[in-house]
């Protein structure tokens, strides 16, 4: 752009230089011009009365020597007739006598500039001076008044692109690195990112601009999931004595309908507490308090143990388990674990409506347990296969028809991180599945990320 810019500027600034220059050696040549034709008339006044057209030939003769660009110099009597004429040797004559009616004029034409000069003697018309003066000067002086333009418009536009090089290391770079951070922070939401503003321009103070923006923002959401983590907290408490009430009534109620009122009661407390303990989850995430409670099990125990706990409360699908035993004990938070399967087959069957299986595949893979919950319904687009394991986010084809809160994933996710283990998912042809790894071995406490010893949920 810059570049471009130079040039054009320059280019403009030559054109009006050149076109200044050309046009003021016209006018000098031409003042030039018209001054010879006076003197040349001046002198010829008396070789005119006397008919002495020797003199007047002599004179223009002479003329040459003087200027030796005018290639035909006549001079016509008063009748428009020609006197005398000369024309440089080896050029074209020409017919002044149809120009001859103009009064001391100059004008250029096909090249050439052409002088009218009337003679007078005595205020009276005694004759016409008349040059035709070739331009071989003028052509010069253009062609090189263009090789000057040409050569300065490379050299500055070389310069300008040096220039635009150097200046963009100084503004572009800065502002280019601010932008990608500004993208990736929109991409990822890690508002922590940080710019470490350079010198004391506008670019530095949009870069503490920048960083003070991210601080507000994660001021507010400290705020909010504070906020978050003290009303799950509070409504804690209350909940789990309603529902302690609300199990003594359907253990000792046997009629109906009331029965049938307090197990819909009791179901309902018992999403509201799912709920409660999600966004105690997220609220000790976000604060680094999530800690893990490592101990050994054996993982083929805990998978069939959760398939057989879901199973009974899931009447519309059956869950089967596939791919044979692990036979692998781990050291891990057993009760976390379970929590990932569960809300992975609680997902599987949310997100499959009339379907009538999901299938739990397990296999040992390089050092890895894999274990695959796959079910058949509504699937999930390539694209959202990250957004689903962020906070709150819901997929767009079931936000309205299927209830939940976006929570659980985002949750699963970051204690698949704690075991150094991973989960993904991955949708095609009517198979959703879903998939979590973790290291085969037996891992002591302390190898986990972030273990510590007492969870305390
Ligand atoms: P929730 O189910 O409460 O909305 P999750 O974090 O468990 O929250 O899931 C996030 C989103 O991922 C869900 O809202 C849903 O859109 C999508 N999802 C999860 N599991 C499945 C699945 N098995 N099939 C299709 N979509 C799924």
Same mark, same amino acid.
């Given at each position: ?24 050696? &016209? ?12 003197? #040349? ?28 660009? !005018? ?13 005398? /004429? ?63 333009? #040409? ?44 710019? /470490? ?86 609220? &000790? ?33 059956? #869950? ?57 319904? !509504?699937? !999930?687009? &390539? ?39 991973? #989960? ?8 959703? /599945? ?24």
């Amino acid at each position: 752009m810059q570049v471009f810019t130079s040039v054009l500027v320059l280019s403009l600034c030559f054109a009006a230089f050149v076109y200044s220059h050309i046009k003021d050696y &016209k006018s000098r040549k031409a003042d030039s011009m018209s001054s010879i034709a006076q003197v #040349i008339g001046a002198n010829s006044i008396s070789a005119i009365d006397f008919q002495d057209n020797d003199a007047v030939e002599k004179t223009l003769i002479d003329l040459q020597k003087i200027s030796p660009e !005018i290639i035909n110099a006549t001079i016509l009597d008063t009748n428009n007739h020609v006197f005398e /004429s000369y024309t440089k040797p080896g050029m074209d004559s020409f017919d002044f006598s149809k120009g001859a009616a103009k009064k001391n004029i100059t004008f250029y034409q096909s090249g050439y500039l052409f002088v009218y000069n009337t003679i007078f003697d005595n205020n009276e018309k005694v004759g016409t001076v008349c040059f035709r003066v070739e331009l071989n000067e003028l052509a010069k002086i253009k062609n090189t008044q263009y090789s000057i333009s #040409i050569i300065i418009l490379i050299v500055g536009c070389g310069l300008a692109f040096l220039i635009g090089l150097i200046v963009q290391s100084y503004i572009s770079k800065p502002l280019l690195s601010l932008v990608h951070i500004m993208k990736e922070v929109s991409k990822t939401g890690e508002y922590k990112r940080k710019v /470490s503003p350079v010198g004391k321009d506008e670019i530095s103070t949009l870069s503490l601009v920048f960083n003070d923006l991210m601080s507000q923002i994660l001021e507010s959401q400290k705020r909010k999931d504070e906020f978050i983590g003290i009303a799950s907290h509070e409504l804690k408490t209350p909940l789990t004595s309603i529902k302690a009430y609300l199990q003594v009534i359907d253990s000792i109620e046997n009629v109906q309908p009331q029965k049938q009122y307090v197990q819909k009661a009791l179901e309902n407390v018992n999403k509201l507490q799912q709920l409660i303990y999600d966004l105690l989850d997220v609220s &000790k995430i976000q604060s680094g308090q999530l800690h893990l409670n490592v101990t050994s099990f054996d993982m083929d125990k805990l998978i069939d143990e959760t398939i057989a706990s879901f199973q009974m409360v899931s009447t519309g699908h059956k #869950i089967i388990r596939a791919g044979g035993s692990l036979n692998q004990v781990i050291s891990a938070d057993r009760r976390r674990i379970e929590q990932v399967l569960m809300n992975l087959l609680s997902n599987a069957i949310k997100y499959s409506p009339g379907k009538d299986k999901v299938v739990v595949h397990t296999e040992k893979n390089s050092g890895q347990l894999v274990i695959q919950v796959e079910d058949f319904g !509504i699937g !999930i687009e &390539k694209d959202e296969y990250d957004k689903i394991f962020e906070r709150f986010y819901r997929t767009k084809n079931n936000s309205i028809l299927i209830s939940g809160f976006g929570l659980g994933l985002y949750i699963c996710r970051d204690i698949m991180k704690r075991h150094n283990g991973k #989960i993904w998912v991955e949708s095609e042809s009517g198979h959703t /599945s879903f998939y979590f790894s973790l290291p085969a071995t037996s891992v002591k406490s302390g190898e986990l990320a972030n273990v510590e010893k007492v969870d305390n949920m």
